[in-house]
Nanobody, 124 residues
Framework: QVQLVESGGGLVQAGGSLSLSCATS????????MGWFRQAPGKEREFVAT????????YYADSVKGRFTISRDKGKNTVYLHMNSLKPEDTAVYYC?????????????????WGQGTQVTVSS
């Protein structure tokens, strides 16, 4: 069973920064591509960013490109989402995901594993 444990959510003012972490097992970290999705109240879940298993390829939603950075730390088996220039519309529950298929994450289709989610609230 794959476990994804998110942390780092919280309340921040618009224009501020926040970093999310997603810790998992070494096996999962080595095998799986990983990413982040988010879901705002009353809205559908949407793709945010993904990073390949090797860490060499990243892909972002247009809405966060240039503001968010996804990275992974092999020594800590952890994936990060560094969020800068936050906007109130970034308010959502953020979910870490893992899948062996790169396109599944990029397209948000039939993803293997989801974390429990962490709340990010950006005040105006």
């Amino acid at each position: 069973q794959v476990q994804l444990v998110e942390s780092g959510g919280g309340l921040v003012q618009a224009g501020g920064s926040l970093s999310l972490s997603c810790a998992t097992s070494r096996r999962t970290f080595t095998i799986y591509h990983m990413g982040w999705f988010r879901q705002a109240p009353g809205k559908e879940r949407e793709f945010v960013a993904t990073i390949s298993g090797s860490g060499s390829i990243t892909y972002y939603a247009d809405s966060v490109k240039g503001r968010f950075t996804i990275s992974r730390d092999k020594g800590k088996n952890t994936v990060y989402l560094h969020m800068n220039s936050l906007k109130p519309e970034d308010t959502a529950v953020y979910y870490c995901v893992a899948d062996t298929a790169w396109d599944n994450i990029r397209r948000g289709f039939s993803i293997d594993y989801w974390g429990q989610g962490t709340q990010v609230t950006v005040s105006s």
